[in-house]
């Protein structure tokens, strides 16, 4: 067990300025540019005064400021500005909120995460930052970074806390980075919650444990990719160049490289951001900085087996800017945070860590090798990459969180589950536009992991999956269900909306997709289910948005997008229903 230790580190916000636009009324295609936040006329000032003025409807009170996560304009005028709210000077952990602004920068409406005030009843702390951070760093097993005060409002009502950052935590795999929010009145750890998102949940690796399981992925190159040289014109470097990649999933595949010299390339694309891929060398790095630069002399990377260290640097790349592809042909998103910056990602990560994370704290993907022995290879297969990603994309826009996580580490709720269900939807699709034939696309997630069951998780039946013990509908239970099986509800609902109910083959993998009462769903195709989706979570989905929520929010975007008495939008509540999501079975309140 780690001793915890309290370090003083300044604990910085990053806040970024974005624009995401909808694709038009019949598919998801790149959207319209957006105007930055501090133009004139500003939509950031506008949509703050609009919340103040609708104070009723928006929940902000007297002594409350709104700074602006990222704004989004759409191709017919209307804006949605996205904000996260402090109390008095301090942030408000589940105060976020989107004001809808129409095309002369009026007031449409809100979406927002508390549904409650979120002043507490005072701002005076029993607890000093000091005591904060022992109960952290012990929580944690960790090294405690500074207290700072915060109003948490994420659990029905508002209450001063101390959120804590501990590195090194002996209860993160890896040893990875956890935010504990303690209350500053009664010393309760409100929530301790890993900084980084893994793809494999502990529980799913004590059900290998406990059956003997392992995964066993298959290797190797594809047919030979014709020859490939650099772009570069002697003596003029840096310079962007082509070359070639033997993966260890996708095959020989081509990259996008940076010529140096003349016999010197780095494992970076100039042309996707200065996108690149580092090596960790087995050490458990959070700073991208750290990490080695991959370089070569040919620029022929990797030789599709792990005796090569570049093998898993290509899979990595490769899927990193696949993602990058995928989002901004698709929506026409610039990079992650749709702030026009590259991607990263290291391999090698730690020692025998069988498991991928996109880490907060680094901003990058981190891919372990393995544990040797459940998962033999690299983690570094296209959807995983797909996947992890996302959360990416999930942090920069809604920033959905789990309702608990437990001492093995597991997280439980529904927020938490549709930010997996996001991942693993999306994930799939950057199979489905990259078009390898080395990794054919599919609705299956994790299938070239090598797993018994042949897939990891499903989007057509969810409770096929064995290991996780994915659920195919909702009930109230799925409010305390572990994140990886309770994002079979919405990814259900997702399949459903894109392909329909029932039996049916697409690309040599046979679905059939059941329905909660019976019913038969026919889809509307998988690029106006994505496009509503995408849109949904860019716009519509807050920090503790539910399954509920989310039916709102794809409505709401499907009339956006097709109208509201369209098939597409009727397709949306049939969608849901056949995952019993109604409005009728809608609880109360949230818990």
């Not at 406990?210 to 003029?236: D, F, K």
């Not at 996708?250 to 003349?262: C, N």
């Not at 994140?483 to 690309?507: D, F």
């Not at 019913?519 to 509307?524: F, P």
Request: proline share 5%; hydrophobic share 35%; glycine share 10%.
């Amino acid at each position: 067990m780690r001793r915890p230790h309290i370090r003083r580190v300044a604990i910085a916000v990053a806040v970024t300025t974005a624009a995401t636009l909808p694709g038009p009324a019949l598919a998801a295609v790149p959207d319209a540019p957006a105007r930055a936040a501090n133009a004139s006329p500003s939509p950031v000032a506008a949509a703050r005064a609009a919340a103040f003025a609708h104070a009723e409807d928006t929940g902000v009170a007297q002594g409350d400021t709104l700074r602006a996560k990222d704004v989004m304009t759409d191709p017919d005028g209307k804006q949605h500005v996205r904000f996260v709210r402090a109390h008095q000077g301090l942030p408000v952990l589940g105060g976020d909120l989107v004001v809808h602004l129409g095309d002369r920068s009026q007031y449409l409406g809100v979406t927002r995460a508390a549904g409650h005030p979120v002043r507490p009843a005072t701002v005076r702390a029993e607890l000093t930052p000091r005591q904060a951070e022992r109960k952290a760093a012990d929580e944690a097993r960790g090294d405690a970074g500074a207290a700072r005060l915060v109003v948490d409002a994420r659990e029905g009502a508002a209450a001063l806390a101390y959120q804590v950052t501990v590195t090194d935590s002996g209860t993160t795999e890896a040893g990875g980075s956890r935010t504990v929010v303690v209350d500053a009145h009664t010393g309760r750890i409100r929530s301790s919650i890993p900084d980084n998102d893994e793809f494999i949940s502990p529980s799913l690796a004590d059900t290998l444990r406990e059956r003997g399981g392992s995964a066993t992925p298959q290797t190797g190159l594809a047919a030979g990719l014709p020859g490939l040289t650099s772009a570069a014109r002697a003596g003029h470097y840096p310079a962007t160049a082509t070359g070639s990649g033997a993966s260890l999933f996708a095959g020989k595949v081509a990259l996008t490289t940076t010529r140096t010299a003349r016999t010197s390339y780095v494992l970076k694309d100039p042309t996707r951001w200065n996108t690149e891929t580092r090596d960790a060398r087995g050490q458990e790095l959070e700073s991208f900085a750290r990490g080695k630069k991959i370089t070569d002399g040919d620029n022929k990377w990797g030789t599709g087996t792990t005796a090569s260290r570049a093998s898993a640097a290509v899979d990595a790349q490769y899927g990193i800017t696949k993602t990058l592809d995928f989002y901004k042909k698709t929506f026409g998103r610039k990079g992650i945070k749709n702030n026009s910056a590259g991607a990263r990602g290291m391999v090698h990560f730690g020692n025998k860590v069988g498991n991928a994370f996109w880490d907060s704290t680094c901003g990058c993907m981190l891919y372990g090798d393995g544990d040797g022995q459940f998962f033999k290879k690299p983690l570094v297969v296209l959807d995983v990459t797909g996947h992890e990603l996302t959360h990416g994309v999930v942090d920069a826009t809604a920033a959905l969180e789990p309702t608990r996580v437990d001492e093995e580490g597991n997280q439980y709720g529904e927020a938490g589950s549709l930010n997996e269900s996001l991942a693993d939807i999306f994930g799939s699709n950057v199979e489905f536009a990259a078009k390898n034939p080395k990794n054919p696309p599919n609705y299956l997630v994790g299938e070239k992991l090598g797993l018994a069951q042949k897939f990891l998780r499903r989007l057509d039946h969810p409770s096929l999956d064995l290991l996780e013990e994915a659920v195919d509908y909702w009930s109230p239970a799925a409010y305390d269900t572990e994140v990886h099986a309770g994002s079979g509800v919405s990814s259900h609902a997702y399949y459903l909306l894109a392909e329909g109910s029932g039996r049916k083959t697409i690309g040599g993998v046979t679905y059939d997709s059941p329905t909660y009462d019976g019913s038969r769903v026919t889809g509307i195709g998988r690029t106006k289910a994505t496009a509503v989706f995408y849109r949904a979570l860019t716009r519509y989905m807050v920090s503790t948005t539910d399954f509920h929520d989310a039916r709102k929010a794809t409505l709401k975007a499907a009339a956006d997008l097709y109208g509201s008495t369209g098939t597409e939008y009727k397709a949306v509540n049939r969608a849901w229903a056949a995952v019993n999501v109604t409005a009728a079975n809608t609880p109360a309140a949230k818990h």
